[in-house]
């Protein structure tokens, strides 16, 4: 078993669209979750992080935790088309600095 | 404002050749990563650094040797290339701090044939 699963996709939307993407895992020492976006043939890029569970809210974008379950959340409000990347969930546990990645979804918003 | 920045951005091998690949990062970040993207496969750590003089395995280091003579620079080394190691390869770095944000260079795309 993976230690972070990520549904691959590919999503594809809408442009005004509300996306949702998540991830699942395995080692309930995590305790910081972050989302990258990743645009092609670039690098990722930090989009959000949290600490333990709850919300967090930036802009457009919104992200969940839910350690209980093991299962984290990005939502994405009023998709537009400079939205279309890959989306990677990655975690760590509290004073560690390597990350452990989910595999990405790619998203495409259709204007 | 480079920030992490990688040579080459492609390149061809064939079976058996060697090479490095660099990564420099300007930011004095003490923590510097190398990893692999394979598609549907996420990011993959080969080897990480922690510092000038230490370096550490990943995930997947066998075929790989890493050095870290300063701060800002990484080189990853690739020794008898075969074709599993055809993937894009990634570096990063990062600050010390209990949350630290990975900044990431743009890749070098290998092909080994």
């Known amino acids: 078993q993976k230690e972070v699963e990520q549904d691959p996709g590919p999503l594809s939307v809408p442009e005004g669209a509300i996306v949702s993407l998540n991830c699942t895992y395995s080692?309930?020492?995590?305790?910081?979750f972050m989302w990258y976006r990743q645009y092609s043939r670039k690098g990722p890029e930090l989009l959000m992080y949290?600490?333990?569970?709850g919300n967090k809210e930036d802009g457009r974008f919104t992200a969940q935790v839910d350690k209980s379950s093991k299962y984290i959340s990005l939502f994405i409000r009023d998709s537009q088309p400079s939205d279309s990347a890959t989306y990677l969930c990655?975690?760590?546990?509290?004073?560690?600095?390597?990350?452990?990645f989910g595999a990405g979804t790619t998203v495409t918003v259709r204007a | 404002n480079a920030g992490v920045t990688q040579t080459p951005k492609f390149r061809i091998l064939k079976i058996g050749q060697s090479m490095t690949l660099q990564c420099t990062q300007d930011m004095n970040h003490n923590y510097m990563y190398w990893y692999r993207q394979d598609p549907g496969m996420g990011l993959k750590l080969i080897y990480y650094s922690v510092g000038a003089g230490i370096t550490d395995k990943g995930e997947v280091p066998n075929g790989y040797n890493v050095s870290r003579s300063t701060t800002e620079d990484f080189p990853l080394r690739l020794e008898l290339a075969a074709p599993s190691q055809t993937s894009v390869y990634f570096c990063a770095s990062s600050s010390t701090g209990e949350v630290s944000e990975q900044y990431f260079g743009p890749g070098t795309r290998l092909t080994v044939t």
């Open positions: 990655a975690m760590t546990k509290r004073n560690d600095y390597k990350l452990s």
């Open positions: 080692n309930s020492a995590f305790q910081y």
């Open positions: 949290t600490y333990s569970s």
